[in-house]
């Protein structure tokens, strides 16, 4: 794979009977970051999606990567119908995402504590497991123990958002011709052909129902996302249904993201040049550039220039509270290790005084001890959940603060002998209106208190 590919999927887009309850189910089974909500009315939509007079609600989720969302889409009118009862994984369209995830395990407890059902089976070694559900309205879902890009030469796995315990990598897509695909999304989109990697091979049919399943394939990249085209021969695949809209229950498509408005038009013009034909005209709003464009056989790929400034009204930034804070320190990484999980010793650079309260393992400073953080008029009690030496503490509130939910994550990585750390928090306030104001000023708190270790520790 051509390490200058600069194609980026930013969207994985659904049609959903119950958007906001199918929204909750992949935040609650995966840890998605909930990002937003949106109503959209005629004629943009119409213009865009190619739906006469839609009306829907949109709402969306963000994993560990820049620029991505997954976005569920109920419609109001026109009505989605219903997938229907004798759907394979075979019969054309978008059938399958694909998400890799830092605990597998839980993940899969999470599917049957939130599905009602017993847990999937498990194919590959350990580190290397895989697992294939269906989300609550049919959808399929392959589990990836390890992120696949990361065994894609040449492909770049890394993230924003370490902390989010999950990131969507994978699309697969029944085609009637792999020639004419590949003319869709090589040769018009500008993904790239990866070679000498496999995503699945013959054997994984039977994960979704397919057993002896004859079909050829072809796997494309962009920077950061795999599309596995695929032409069964058997089964034979169905066509959409007759009449069939993007507003039908099932997945909607996939989205290009641009992050200039120049390489948009260009790529606009390239794909337009290429077969794929527009709905409209290029709809341009401010917050975003967009159109949705069709090849031959009836597959809508969403043209997107969403601007950076306008993240959190399109989407692409947290809704919950997030608090973020970042730094470069030039020290050794170990010496940065040992002062940031020191806590006792946590009054040395920030405003809290500190004390354990229960020692963990293997160490006192390791999983399962808890802290008390205290400052004038606050005790707050903390216990830290995940340990990885040298690398990654979490820790969770249990007393002295008004949040709920509350998951908070250090990060050090030494990057050629420059130290970053990375210090995020998640949660939720039970005080109505409070979790933006509360988050602006742990920001400020945790950024001065990072500032500060810097500060010390630099020689």
Not at 198 to 215: N, R, V
């Amino acid at each position: 794979m051509n390490n200058e590919n600069t194609k980026h999927i930013c969207q994985v887009a659904f049609s959903a009977l119950n958007a906001p309850a199918l929204r909750e189910w992949y935040a609650n089974v995966f840890g998605f970051v909930r990002s937003g909500k949106v109503i959209f009315f005629p004629p943009a939509t119409s213009t865009v999606q190619g739906i006469p007079g839609a009306w829907e609600k949109c709402s969306w989720l963000i994993d560990q990567q820049d620029y991505f969302q997954l976005e569920f889409f109920q419609f109001w009118t026109p009505r989605s119908r219903l997938k229907p009862d004798d759907w394979r994984p075979c019969d054309i369209g978008y059938n399958m995402v694909g998400i890799a995830v830092t605990d597998f395990d839980q993940v899969l407890r999470n599917v049957c504590a939130f599905s009602g059902r017993d847990g999937p089976e498990v194919v590959g070694e350990t580190g290397l497991r895989r697992a294939c559900i269906a989300d609550p309205e049919g959808n399929l879902v392959e589990i990836y123990e390890r992120d696949p890009l990361t065994l894609v030469e040449g492909a770049n796995a890394t993230v924003l958002r370490p902390e989010v315990p999950a990131v969507v990598r994978t699309m697969r897509t029944s085609v009637p011709s792999l020639e004419a695909a590949r003319q869709t999304y090589v040769d018009a989109m500008g993904l790239q052909v990866v070679k000498d990697f496999q995503l699945h091979s013959p054997e994984d049919e039977s994960l979704w129902g397919l057993p002896g399943a004859k079909h050829k394939s072809l796997l494309l990249c962009s920077d950061n996302f795999l599309l596995e085209l695929v032409e069964y021969e058997s089964p034979a695949p169905k066509p959409w249904p007759g009449n069939y809209t993007i507003a039908d229950q099932g997945f909607m498509n996939i989205a290009l993201g641009y992050r200039e408005r120049g390489d948009y038009d260009r790529s606009f013009a390239h794909a337009v040049h290429n077969g794929m034909l527009p709905n409209g005209e290029v709809q341009d709003i401010g917050v975003f550039r967009v159109m949705y464009v069709n090849d031959r056989h009836g597959f809508s790929i969403e043209m997107l220039n969403a601007r950076k400034a306008f993240w959190s009204i399109s989407g692409f930034n947290s809704h919950e509270p997030y608090v973020e804070n970042e730094i470069a320190i030039y020290a050794p990484a170990d010496e940065v290790w040992r002062k940031l999980t020191d806590h006792a010793a946590v009054a040395d650079w920030s405003p809290f005084k500190g004390r354990l309260l229960r020692e963990g393992k293997p160490h006192p400073n390791a999983t399962g001890c808890i802290r008390e953080l205290t400052a004038p008029g606050m005790r707050i009690i903390e216990e830290i959940t995940a340990w990885q030496e040298g690398r990654h503490y979490a820790y969770q509130l249990r007393s002295g603060a008004p949040f709920r939910r509350h998951q908070g994550d250090v990060y050090v990585t030494d990057d050629n002998g420059i130290t970053r750390v990375r210090w995020a928090i998640r949660f939720d306030a039970w005080i109505p209106c409070s979790g933006k104001i509360t988050a602006w000023l742990l920001q400020w708190i945790f950024g001065r208190a990072l500032r500060q270790l810097k500060d010390q520790l630099e020689p």
